[in-house]
């Protein structure tokens, strides 16, 4: 049985294992006392970036996005404080994989109950190609930053066109996508990735505070 954990842990391919080394989120989740989840005491638990990929089925750019992208909210909003998972709410400018995970890491649930729900979704049309914005409010606190995220200063929009192309080719008609291009998609996928997680793409994340007020105009 320890045996079959450790090869669970170790679910991803070899060239992605520089996944394991990015640090972890804690969050506060009284739900995870209530319902008998934790050991005796703990109040807290860890989310990493593996578990995005578990919850995705694949190691990914939206994954190691969204995952960065709620790292930098919770290292804004803490405030040097560990914050509890369902407490937050989103605003995303476009309807994405990008934003699922962040609701996803931060508990945002999207409810048609205009109250309940904690996962706005307002388009902007001012932004450049592949520059997303998204907004992270923690009720407790009332506090709020806003985080754009320039997706094209990773390898450029060239380039990127050329693997949405594929990614769309493989989905539609799977034969036409040959083993060079199968291979240039999975060799960029893994370094876009590691980029984005080891952060060596300098202002890939332009990140402010703002208003909590921003919640208002959704509910």
Wanted: hydrophobic share 35%; net charge neutral.
């Amino acid at each position: 049985m320890h045996g079959h954990m450790k090869n669970q842990k170790q679910k991803w391919h070899i060239y992605y294992h520089f996944i394991y080394d990015v640090k972890p989120l804690i969050f506060h989740y009284p739900h995870g006392v209530l319902t008998g989840s934790f050991s005796e005491g703990v109040t807290t638990y860890l989310l990493s970036f593996d578990d995005v990929c578990a919850f995705l089925g694949h190691v990914c750019l939206c994954g190691a996005g969204g995952y960065r992208i709620a790292q930098h909210a919770i290292d804004q909003l803490s405030d040097g404080v560990i914050l509890e998972k369902d407490r937050f709410i989103i605003q995303s400018s476009h309807d994405h994989t990008i934003s699922d995970v962040i609701a996803f890491i931060l508990g945002c649930s999207r409810r048609n109950d205009p109250i309940k729900n904690r996962y706005f979704v307002k388009q902007d049309t001012l932004l450049e190609r592949r520059e997303y914005r998204y907004i992270i409010g923690y009720e407790p606190s009332h506090k709020a930053v806003e985080i754009i995220y320039r997706k094209h200063l990773i390898v450029g929009n060239k380039t990127m066109d050329e693997l949405w192309e594929i990614e769309k080719a493989l989905d539609t008609q799977p034969e036409s996508v040959s083993e060079k291009e199968k291979t240039f998609f999975r060799n960029a996928m893994i370094e876009m990735v590691r980029k984005v997680l080891l952060d060596e793409i300098p202002d890939l994340f332009e990140i402010t505070r703002t208003s909590y007020a921003f919640t208002n105009k959704n509910i």
